[in-house]
């Protein structure tokens, strides 16, 4: 069965500086997605990325970068220079493989709440 | 582009009413739908999944039922509330591509709560 474990439920930093959300998972597929989701206050999960098991490049995108590491089964997740605005739940998810015919489930994590003071 | 519309955005029934949720997409056709339920302070409950008229999969047995009408219309429903279906649900879509692992997007969510 596919698990995904966000072992900090809360995080609050002061505005500016970086905060590291951690992200392991667990999956007897070779192929697989992984992805993080933004959950603002106002409810609607707003996508941020998504990676594939083939690729173990880092990625960057402004403030955000992800870094996947097969070996240990984590992709982790930082924000750069924090902002206000960066305060909410943030969810990593593993797609499971699947056809059509199922449709493609995602299995989420329990979500780490960020606050970021000012 | 493609936008996904959930109503009511909040709701609150007593306990033993019945419950009927819709979601609908534009500007795509044949997607993968979804129910999500989300409870206080937790993580996301994957509820249905749809891959295409009429053709719905339960993923934890409850007393809440999904239909899908239409291509993309979402349903969900239940003829008598429990205190325990109290919770934010969120509708998803995925593209129908070739890809198997295409991410989710999300509606805006609707807030139930059984007093």
């Known amino acids: 069965a596919q698990k995904v474990t966000q072992a900090q439920t809360e995080i609050s930093v002061v505005e500016k500086e970086d905060v590291t959300l951690d992200c392991v998972y667990e999956t007897r597929d070779t192929t697989y997605y992984l992805f993080w989701y933004k959950q603002p206050p106002s409810g609607e999960l707003v996508f941020l990325i998504r990676r594939n098991s083939f690729d173990e490049q880092n990625e960057i995108s402004g403030r955000y970068s992800w870094n996947f590491q097969k070996s240990t089964s984590s992709f982790n997740f930082t924000i750069t220079a924090s902002q206000v605005v960066d305060s909410a739940v943030y969810f990593c998810a593993l797609s499971e493989v699947m056809i059509k015919a199922a449709g493609n489930k995602l299995t989420f994590g329990g979500g780490t709440r960020v606050l970021v003071k000012p | 582009s493609q936008t996904i519309h959930q109503w009511p955005a909040t709701l609150v029934q007593p306990v033993g009413s019945p419950l009927s949720l819709e979601c609908t997409v534009e500007?795509?056709?044949?997607?993968?739908l979804y129910w999500y339920r989300q409870a206080a302070g937790r993580g996301l409950q994957l509820l249905f999944y749809?891959?295409?008229?009429?053709?719905i999969s339960s993923e934890v047995p409850q007393n809440l039922s999904a239909s899908r009408p239409q291509d993309r219309q979402f349903i969900l429903s239940s003829k008598k509330l429990l205190l325990s279906d109290s919770g934010f649900y969120l509708c998803?879509?995925?593209?129908?591509?070739?890809?198997?692992?295409?991410?989710?997007?999300f509606g805006p969510g609707t807030r139930l709560t059984v007093l």
């Open positions: 749809s891959v295409g008229i009429g053709q």
């Open positions: 500007g795509t056709s044949n997607p993968n």
């Open positions: 998803a879509w995925s593209p129908w591509t070739e890809s198997s692992y295409n991410e989710q997007f």
